[in-house]
């Protein structure tokens, strides 16, 4: 079984993969004095949730956060004697090579997100992934990486108008029944919601515009369903579509390794 681990800002999914499906997933926050002990028990404690006896011979790690890449490695060796592929290394092989400025590190959720999309759906696409920053990764035909556009994240957004507006109350984001808010949780959320149907719709169409070609937008992260209602904004929507990509890459890594 391959154990897929992808490590955001915010939070770090685990997923188990038989070579068929996602038996499951788990999800921690992300912090990098988490020792490999620690990971430890806290996997082996869920994983009892779902009475599997998991088999894991392979993991692959995808991490925005260098400083916990280390303690994910330990964890791979110590409790499973695996050497893990890291997205992003020199030695992890990547079925199209992504195709940016030089010198530019594309960060590993990204490539990992193209892998994904491309098997799936083929190229010329727009992932807009929903995460402590709101991504748009575009991919070509061939399946390469070739850019992007990096916009600041929801719940980054409504934190840093509680902490820079002393009267204004943190709010959890949802649709308002209304755009024109008739109290100031109301207002913030209009302001929130509509703002980003209004950058996501402005800036996937800037992007087909610039690229000169019909393309596929899908949304991927925790809020994609939500920007989703009531809104044409994506053809569709994947929750696992970044786990999908390490699988996409591991494969590739078995094959050509």
């Known amino acids: 079984m391959l154990l897929t681990i992808d490590c955001g800002n915010t939070n770090t999914a685990f997923s188990i993969w038989d070579g068929t499906k996602f038996l499951c997933t788990l999800r921690t926050s992300t912090h990098h004095g988490r020792t490999a002990d620690a990971y430890f028990t806290w996997f082996a404690t869920l994983i009892k949730h779902y009475e599997i006896e998991p088999n894991i011979t392979d993991v692959i790690i995808s991490s925005t956060v260098p ?3 280390f303690n994910l ?17 020199p030695e992890c092989l990547l079925p199209n090579p992504p195709r940016v400025d030089e010198g530019v590190v594309v960060g590993p959720d990204r490539l990992a997100n193209a892998a994904g999309a491309f098997d799936r759906h083929g190229g010329d696409v727009v992932v807009v992934d929903f995460g402590t920053a709101t991504n748009f990764d575009v991919v070509s035909e061939d399946g390469a990486y070739v850019g992007g556009v990096i916009a600041p994240g929801v719940n980054l957004s409504l934190e840093a108008l509680h902490q820079g507006a002393a009267a204004l109350p943190h709010v959890d984001v949802s649709q308002p029944e209304r755009v024109i808010g008739t109290n100031t949780v109301a207002c913030i959320q209009s302001g929130v919601f509509w703002g980003y149907i209004g950058l996501i719709q402005g800036i996937t169409q800037r992007i087909r515009d610039e690229y000169g070609r019909p393309m596929k937008v899908i949304g991927t992260g925790g809020l994609a369903p ?15 579509l970044t786990m999908h990509g390490l699988t996409v890459i591991h494969a590739y890594n078995k094959d050509n390794g």
């Open 226 to 240: 939500l920007f989703a209602q009531g809104e044409v904004l994506f053809d569709t929507i994947e929750s696992d």
């Open 73 to 89: 490695r330990v964890f791979s060796d110590r409790f499973f004697g695996v050497r893990p592929l890291v997205v992003g290394k």
């Open 67 to 69: 400083r916990v890449v």
